[in-house]
């Protein structure tokens, strides 16, 4: 084998955030751009010599061209083994089950999740750990530091693999395995849930619409929703993925899946909703006439997990992230099983998943999964939901209002104040972190602070601690307003204001969030002068 030694420099801004490095397509194709941060990555981990990694992407635009750049420099670089989707493809949650179902030393997933794909749109890159999860900060910071000092990468001289079908393949000496991207997590899957319940379910009538927003779980969702459990042909919408997602953002969101969000509002509704983002790691939940919040949604399958196989013994925790609402915390409560508050992003709950402290977890943006995998897993998500609905055989709507009866709701809402100039938005958050001390007991309308503070985590495993990760200002009564700024987005800045608050009131469980929130969305906007700062009245994105 030919090996190039290519001589480089490094490249700054290759910090991987939130969930791995997130840039412009065409930043990523910048020449040495791509190989730099692979280089670094297999550096910042020991090398990958005589080791194995799984290798695949959500299918956007340059996700097969990296991954051939990928599969030479790991040749180079002296790697064993490279298992990569057909076609490049996996999910991330299909991504993590090999990475553990195979016990390779990692895995690389190219994705910029919800992001839009194109080439004016964004690409991702990010490492997974061998427990299958995102790379935690310990390890991220290494890469960094390597994409810092990198001098050069190596790269093997051989020709594109050929992907198109499964089989073995080899770059001298390394083996390439080409798998079947949706066979062993389709396996999974009907390990965990009770798919003759779920066939029985759909045979009986029960009708469903899943958007897929032209991104990677079409191919999923058509195998297990209609080909295995019965699912009329049409259940799954926009479920052949394409290199730019349609054209939109394949964020499942009420403003992103406004088709779905229109069915199921609409007449003639089906029974159930949902839709995943670009990656398939996120999840939307709909019923008849009713969005439910991903907090909700965390709340209410910690509170009826048992109906799935998977869990009828019980959860042994559970864990949101910071700013995604305590709805779960109640459930837990009542459970008698610990709650963990944790930093956003799913690197943070691998260790407590690892350490058998918690079974469920998930994040108020769209995220759930468990201990299956060290993912989000969104088709996950909606299996767990239908198969709960197979044993209630209630409506999504009585589902939520028996639990918001029984635990109270805790409305929420996040808005998002999308591409603020980055130095306006520093500085209104570096003002509102100085201003935290001075605020309780001061009133804002109706609502007065009772503490305000900086988020800090200490994992309660390895003892790992994480600084500043949200700024939390809480009111009298239990409300409570979260501020950060994204830690995926390509483009300025983008600021995230989380609300919430708890209502135990039994003739006040049916509001417009908007409505109930709204004198703390008054009260965020007066504490933190967002519009001062940001110049924006109102957010881009509610969610
Ligand atoms: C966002 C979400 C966070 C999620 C992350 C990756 O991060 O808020 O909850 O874990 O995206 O999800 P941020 O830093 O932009 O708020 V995915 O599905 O985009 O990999
Ligand atoms: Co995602």
Redo the contacts with the bound molecule.
């Keep these: 084998m030919n090996i190039q030694t290519v001589e480089t420099t490094p490249i700054a801004g290759q910090k991987p ?3 791995g490095l997130r840039k412009k397509t065409a930043v990523f194709m910048e020449p040495h751009f791509l190989e730099n941060y692979v280089q670094s990555i297999f550096d910042g981990i020991g090398g990958v010599a005589g080791k194995s990694l799984v290798v695949g992407g959500d299918g956007r635009y340059y996700n097969e061209s990296a991954i051939q750049i990928i599969l030479r420099m790991a040749a180079a670089n002296g790697a064993a083994k490279i298992i990569v989707g057909q076609n490049g493809l996996l999910s ?1 949650p299909a991504a993590s089950h090999l990475i553990r179902l195979n016990g390779t030393d990692g895995g690389l997933i190219l ?1 910029a ?2 992001n839009p794909g194109g080439p004016n749109a964004d690409f991702g890159l990010k490492y997974n750990t061998p427990n299958g999860g995102p790379a935690p900060e310990n390890i991220t910071d290494k890469i960094y530091q390597a994409t810092t000092t990198i001098t050069a990468y190596k790269i093997a001289e051989a020709h594109d693999v050929d992907l198109t079908t499964p089989g073995q393949a080899r770059i001298d000496t390394m083996l390439i395995e080409i798998v079947d991207p949706t066979a062993d997590y389709i396996a999974l899957m009907e390990e965990l849930f009770d798919f003759p319940a779920l066939k029985t379910l759909f045979a009986s009538g029960f009708t469903m619409a899943f958007d897929a927003m032209h991104a990677i779980t079409g191919p999923y969702a058509h195998a297990i929703l209609e080909d295995r459990l019965g699912a009329p042909a049409g259940t799954v919408l926009n479920g052949t993925p394409s290199p730019d997602f349609g054209g939109g953002h394949p964020d499942p969101n009420p403003i992103w899946a406004k088709q779905l969000v229109d069915i199921m509002m609409g007449k003639n509704a089906p029974d159930f909703g949902a839709a995943s ?1 670009g ?1 398939g ?2 999840n939307m939940i709909m019923g008849r006439g009713i969005y439910v919040t991903p907090s909700d949604s965390l709340a209410l399958l910690a509170a009826h997990a048992r109906c799935a196989p998977a869990y009828e013994r019980g959860l042994l925790g559970v864990a949101r ?1 910071m700013p995604t609402s305590g709805a779960v915390d109640r459930v837990a409560d009542k459970l008698g099983i610990p709650a963990f508050e944790t930093p ?3 690197k943070f709950f691998g260790n407590l998943l690892d350490a058998g402290r918690v079974t469920l977890c998930g ?3 769209a ?1 759930t999964g468990s201990t299956h995998v060290r993912e ?1 897993d969104g088709l996950w998500a909606v299996l767990l939901w239908l198969n709960i609905l197979a044993t209630t055989r209630k409506s999504v709507a009585d589902m939520m209002a028996q639990h918001w009866a029984e635990y109270g709701r805790n409305y929420y809402s996040r808005h998002d104040f999308e591409d603020v100039d980055a130095d306006k938005a520093h500085a209104l958050f570096s003002t509102l972190r100085d201003k935290l001390p001075s605020l309780a007991g001061q009133s804002f309308g109706p609502l007065t602070v009772s503490s305000a503070s900086e988020f800090a985590y200490d994992d309660p495993v390895d003892g790992s601690h994480s600084a500043a990760q949200g700024l939390i200002i809480n009111f009298d009564g239990g409300a409570r307003a979260v501020f ?1 700024l ?4 390509t483009v300025g800045a ?1 600021l ?1 204001l989380y609300l919430e608050a708890l209502q135990t009131d039994p003739a006040a469980l049916h509001q417009d969030p908007q409505v109930a929130l709204a004198d703390l969305i008054a009260a965020a906007h007066t504490i933190a002068k967002i519009q001062g700062f940001t110049g924006r009245a109102a957010p881009d994105v509610i969610t």
């Design positions: 955030g939130t969930s991330t994705s999740s919800h983002d990656d790691d996120r992230s956003t992003g799913w994040e108020e943006s995220g989000k950060r994204s830690g995926t987005g983008t995230r």
